[in-house]
Nanobody, 125 residues
Framework: QVQLVESGGGLVQAGGSLRLSCAASGRTFSRYGMGWFRQAPGKEREFVAT?????????SYADSVKGRFTISRDNAKNTVYLGMNSLNAEDTAVYYC?????????????????WGQGTQVTVSS
């Protein structure tokens, strides 16, 4: 069982930056590929970024965030991060972190078994 708690969301002006954190419980964090997803009002949840289980592992990003967002992890701290730059109004959403079924990186939500409660990111234009 893995419990995930996101933090770092908030209100930011367009063009600004935020860094989200996701703290995981348990001693098996380093076994899981991790991902970030987001859900905007009236829209389906969508993939944002993913990283495989090892520090400095393989990553993948949605086209909409590529070059602006960076996913990273620190297995010693049981934490995964999402650095977000050049934010725009379309990035406004609740952001969720998730732990995958194995150590690889995964881009679809059905490959994740554990989810956090989410943190709100609002970008004002």
């Amino acid at each position: 069982q893995v419990q995930l708690v996101e933090s770092g969301g908030g209100l930011v002006q367009a063009g600004g930056s935020l860094r989200l954190s996701c703290a995981a419980s348990g001693r098996t964090f380093s076994r899981y590929g991790m991902g970030w997803f987001r859900q905007a009002p009236g829209k389906e949840r969508e993939f944002v970024a993913t990283i495989s289980s090892w520090n400095g592992g393989r990553t993948s990003y949605a086209d909409s965030v590529k070059g602006r967002f960076t996913i990273s992890r620190d297995n010693a701290k049981n934490t995964v991060y999402l650095g977000m730059n050049s934010l725009n109004a379309e990035d406004t959403a609740v952001y969720y972190c998730a732990a995958g079924r194995g150590g690889y990186y995964y881009t679809t939500d059905d490959e994740y078994d554990y989810w956090g409660q989410g943190t709100q990111v609002t970008v004002s234009s």
